[in-house]
């Protein structure tokens, strides 16, 4: 302990101040503050935690980000490369912020005789912050149609990341697929969540018969291959069903799937936890069992499940990717990062078109930084380590 000894105001008497010790701090710190402090040791874990707020907040503000609509497409720019956004124009006078990219001029390649696009470093395509451009609801509730980038002059191409076989933007493209395939990980992990928690919360307080039960079901699920499962269940779907029945059907079954894992760790929890001295006694004070789950033994690890939890997503996440991938999820006109990726299945649409294989490193990134948030936080949930 340090102390500060000051004179009041106006007199010759003095107080004591006291500041605790970092020793002192961790002592009376609460779970939460000795998490926090733990895990901000974790760098890559901090830097992963920021990644993914910028990746939720891209899926939040999606039509404002997003220079194009997702269904705009010229036919007369299939395949366009990727036009590097240069920031400053070199003029006369010096050089100014002035964004532009440059044009195309299309060549015929003599030896498979077929049109390609080469940048044009004598034509400018002028690109503006906060254009008009498609209208659409911000958040759902304001009509607006201000985009963050975009052509100064509608008419002119722009496509920062290239342009797939119908001329579309693939930017915006990529955009609009990060809001299906982070939301289909935040519901699915949710289902899974709820599923986890009260099957296997039954499974471990009750035990006997319940939990013989649920264990065998639970192996059951776990002993399918899990590809051909998801393949089966993905093609009993309807073909006529609109997107968005599609997409919550595609997120219950991977929600199926995806819950044995977390049910497993919530029964070994429970059958440690049901005899603790705590339990007893909210047992003897007359809660009910419900309440006994809620509110006493589940909040006892709630940080160990939110650190599985986080790692749980990036599972839901590729398993979306490769259903869709497959053809069996998401179908056009739904816009996810699966489906993008369809456009790279042919070899020679790879070969003429490499930037079609921009969504997958959008999926790699996004599993890495949350699976380092995970390491980060399962770290945390034990700060005595």
């Known amino acids: 302990m340090t102390t500060d000894v000051r004179p009041l105001p106006g007199e010759g008497a003095t107080v004591k101040t006291t500041e605790p010790s970092e020793e002192n701090r961790v002592l009376i710190a609460s779970q939460w503050q000795l998490m926090w402090w733990k895990f901000r040791k974790h760098k890559l874990a901090l ?14 503000f999606a039509e404002f980000l997003a220079p194009f609509s997702t269904e705009l497409y010229r036919t007369d720019y299939t395949y366009a490369p990727p036009q590097p956004l240069n920031l400053f124009e070199t003029t006369a006078d010096g050089r100014r912020f002035n964004p532009y990219v440059n044009g195309y001029k299309v060549e015929i390649d003599q030896v498979a005789l077929r049109r390609t696009f080469v940048v044009d470093d004598e034509t400018k ?37 290239g342009a797939d ?7 915006s493209r990529l955009i609009y697929g990060t809001r299906i395939s982070m939301s289909i990980g935040l519901v699915g992990v949710a289902l899974s ?3 986890g928690i009260l099957l296997g919360g039954l499974s471990g307080y ?5 939990d013989n039960f649920i264990q065998r079901v639970i192996e059951f699920i776990r002993s399918l291959p899990t590809i051909p499962l998801w393949m089966g269940l993905a093609a009993a ?22 819950w044995t894992g977390l049910a497993r760790v919530v029964r070994g929890r429970f059958l440690s936890l049901r005899t603790e001295d705590f339990v007893t ?23 160990h499940i939110i650190a599985s939890l986080t790692l749980a997503i990036p599972g839901i996440i590729l398993a979306e990717t490769a259903l869709s991938f497959l053809g069996l999820g998401l179908r056009p006109p739904v816009v996810s990062w699966g489906v993008l990726l369809q456009d790279a299945q042919n070899v020679r649409a790879v070969a003429t078109a490499p930037w079609l294989l921009i969504p997958g490193l959008a999926v790699v990134v996004t ?19």
Do not use: C, Q
């Open 47 to 60: 830097i992963s935690g920021v990644i993914v707020i910028l990746i939720y907040t891209v899926a939040l």
């Open 125 to 161: 395509h002028y690109v503006g912050f906060l254009v008009e451009g498609a209208p659409y609801k911000l958040l759902g509730l304001f009509e607006t149609n201000i985009h963050l980038i975009g052509p100064r002059n509608p008419a002119d191409p722009m496509y920062l990341l």
């Open 165 to 171: 076989r119908l001329g579309r933007d693939l930017l």
């Open 193 to 195: 969540f709820v599923l």
């Open 206 to 210: 009750y035990g006997g018969a319940i």
């Open 237 to 258: 779907l309807p073909a006529d069903w609109s997107p968005i029945r599609t997409y919550f059907a595609i997120t219950v079954i991977l929600s199926f799937i995806g």
């Open 281 to 303: 006694a909210a047992r003897l004070d007359g809660s009910g069992e419900l309440r006994i789950i809620v509110k006493h033994m589940a909040p006892s690890f709630t940080s």
């Open 367 to 385: 599993v890495l930084a949350l699976n380092f948030l995970g390491d980060g936080l399962r770290d945390a949930a034990d700060p005595y380590r």
